[in-house]
């Protein structure tokens, strides 16, 4: 019965969370724009030996790729995003409120645009 219900409501979309509206056609944004009330996204590299550049492709332009959905979305009530390992580590006080505000999106974006322009050698030093 579940099944069924879910069935109804979750099919696959190819795309990647790393590229310009996801990597998906566009008949497939329009239709999680038109659709979707609720996103989780949970897609991360936690390769920590990666170079920086492909994590921060995956991680961060990723997370910020799922913002522009969700901003897309005309019934968007929740987006959930999961963070990766020890970013909620054990504290003393419970666990780690994160807000953000427009100037600490900014300053991302620019940090992010800049690895990305980088070389492999590059990020490498």
């Known amino acids: 019965m579940y ?9 696959p979309i190819e795309g990647d969370i790393s590229e310009d509206n996801l990597g998906m056609k566009s008949e497939d944004w329009n239709l999680l724009a038109e659709e ?9 590299s936690v ?5 920086l550049d ?3 492709r995956i ?6 790729n799922i913002l522009q959905l969700a ?7 929740v987006l959930c995003q999961i963070s990766t ?5 054990q504290k003393p006080k419970g666990p780690v409120e ?19 322009q980088m070389s492999p050698e590059e990020v490498e030093e």
């Open 98 to 116: 994160e807000t953000i505000d427009e100037d600490d999106v900014e300053k991302l974006e620019s940090i992010l645009e800049e690895v990305l």
């Open 3 to 11: 099944s069924e219900y879910l069935a109804e409501k979750v099919f």
């Open 36 to 44: 979707v009330d609720v996103i989780f996204n949970i897609a991360a």
């Open 85 to 89: 390992a020890y970013a909620n580590s």
């Open 71 to 77: 901003k897309a979305c005309s019934k968007i009530q």
């Open 59 to 64: 991680n961060t332009r990723g997370a910020m």
């Open 54 to 56: 492909i994590n921060m």
């Open 47 to 51: 390769d920590f030996i990666a170079r």
